[in-house]
């Protein structure tokens, strides 16, 4: 089968722990781009926090995409164009808001480049690590949620936060819900995920879903995977996910995403 394009989670699976492109990783997919491979960025973060990834691989040079916020934004990198964007309504964030109160999770959402909150946490903090982008805390939340916004995320201790996950997809099973980290519960409008989004750019590009290959670790990575024709987890997947994948290569640590390009591209 010749692939046409490869389509990566950044944090645990692209990214090494210490939130870097190895350099194996990065020789063998400019070498994939070169071979007329389109190489994808698929993540939960916000868009300005791939960019600089993006461009290190050169995706701008090569025309490709980056799904940002789990799908609900598609940017084309070469004109730095948005071509598709879903939005949750104000009234479905300060909704989600009063569920996080109710549960007792933190909540954050996006608002002009920053991350908004009212309160603090060390989850927060990992966030705006991750990110690079400024922490805007606030006194109220749904004073300051004033209109429609990309995303929230509902953020806790890791076994207790997959109880919520849970009772949130009861509560609000219109909306899209996955975790992206064992602390990170993400919540995007009703239909978006990783998968439907890269369905969309495919069809635009004329890819058909046997010619695909997703790479991920996570929960929010599961639609793409299973989307794909062949659907990769790295070694450090979340445990239950396991089983789930055509084929598991080595961790984020040890240069999965370079063993995939290796095996099926190269």
């Not at 002009?112 to 990992?126: A, L, M, N, R, W």
């Not at 966030?127 to 995320?153: G, P, Q, R, W």
């Not at 750019?201 to 790479?215: D, G, H, T």
Request: charged residues 25%.
């Amino acid at each position: 089968m010749k692939y046409k394009m490869l389509v990566l989670d950044m944090d645990d699976t692209l990214l090494t722990d210490d939130h870097k492109i190895s350099d194996r990783n990065k020789k063998r997919l400019l070498q994939a781009q070169e071979k007329g491979v389109y190489v994808v960025l698929a993540s939960g973060r916000p868009t300005p926090a791939m960019t600089k990834f993006a461009k290190e691989l050169q995706l701008d040079i090569y025309d490709s995409y980056m799904l940002s916020y789990n799908g609900a934004v598609i940017t084309q990198l070469k004109d730095n164009q948005v071509i598709f964007e879903q939005s949750l309504s104000q009234q479905q964030i300060h909704e989600i808001h009063d569920y996080s109160l109710k549960s007792n999770t933190h909540i954050i959402t996006y608002l002009d480049g920053k991350i908004v909150s009212e309160t603090h946490s060390e989850y927060i903090d990992i966030e705006i690590n991750l990110t690079e982008m400024e922490h805007h805390k606030v006194d109220c939340f749904k004073t300051a949620v004033y209109t429609s916004a990309i995303k929230c995320i509902l953020l806790e201790e890791p076994s207790y936060l997959k109880e919520v996950e849970e009772d949130l997809k009861k509560v609000m099973p219109h909306l899209s819900i996955a975790r992206s980290k064992p602390f990170f519960l993400e919540v995007v409008p009703p239909g978006v995920d990783k998968a439907a989004s890269l369905k969309l750019l495919a069809e635009r590009l004329n890819i058909q879903q046997s010619e695909i290959i997703a790479v991920g670790n996570a929960g929010n990575d599961l639609s793409m995977v299973e989307y794909a024709g062949l659907g990769v987890w790295v070694d450090n997947v979340t445990p239950e996910l396991r089983h789930k994948a055509d084929v598991i290569v080595a961790s984020n640590n040890n240069d999965g995403v370079a063993e995939v390009v290796e095996r099926f591209i190269l």
